[in-house]
């Protein structure tokens, strides 16, 4: 997991658990819709596969970074499935063994049945690799 800045001024989030081949989610093309609304791209890649949305939408009521603060904190693990949802963006995290967490990352197109999804698993260490993504998101939403 990195926050990098792809250009002067423009930063990027790439949240990719260990390895070479490891799937990876890319958050990128930041920007402001209004005070409460941030607009951004959201790319999956996994075993030859690559999603892309364009335009997510997340407001301050939607409480992406306290969802990922929450895991970060909980650290010692969690029983069942938790879950943040968007209209576009759905994140399930759940706490396996080792230590680690299984963040799935299910982009979809639309609401209706004939619309596409895709889902791609990242695995982050509970611990410190939790926390900097965490740390990484917060900063990522509120660029500008």
């Known amino acids: 997991m990195s926050l990098i800045e792809a250009d002067p001024g423009r930063v990027e989030l790439v949240v990719r658990g260990p390895g070479a081949s490891a799937s990876s989610v890319r ?64 994140v399930t995290a759940a706490f396996g063994s080792g230590g680690h967490v299984r963040l799935s990352w299910t982009l979809r197109s639309g609401l209706f049945p004939e619309d596409w999804e895709c889902t791609v698993t990242t695995v982050i260490e509970a611990g410190e690799g ?9 900063e990522f939403l509120r660029q500008g």
């Not at 093309?29 to 997510?56: K, Q």
């Not at 939790?130 to 917060?138: E, G, K, Q, T």
Request: glycine fraction near 6%; hydrophobic fraction near 45%.
């Open 27 to 90: 958050l990128s093309d930041w920007s402001r819709a209004d005070e409460y609304e941030t607009v951004f791209t959201v790319e999956a890649v996994a075993d030859g596969v690559r999603a892309r949305l364009e335009n997510v939408t997340v407001t301050v009521w939607d409480e992406m970074g306290e969802f990922f603060d929450g895991l970060a904190r909980d650290f010692r693990g969690w029983e069942g499935e938790r879950v943040w949802v968007n209209n576009h963006l759905v």
């Open 130 to 138: 939790m926390s900097a993504v965490a740390a990484d998101l917060r």
